[in-house]
């Protein structure tokens, strides 16, 4: 059941700041199947080149500059 897997996830000693999370989670994939799912969905991004700034033009913040 997923409570007892977020119950038993919270009793484990905590990572320590150098550990890789992705490690933890592959390691403990047969211990916490839906929590490691979840993990692999969060924390895995899709890499992108283009900067954030690239991919909004300054028309879109218009919504920040209007007057009351």
Known sequence: ELEDEVDLFFIQPRLAFEEN?????KSNSHAFPVLAQLARRYLT????SVGNESTMAP?????LNATV
Do not use: K, Q, R
């Open 21 to 25: 999370p992705c490690t933890f989670w």
């Open 45 to 48: 991004t899709t890499a992108s």
């Open 59 to 63: 028309d879109d913040f218009s919504c």
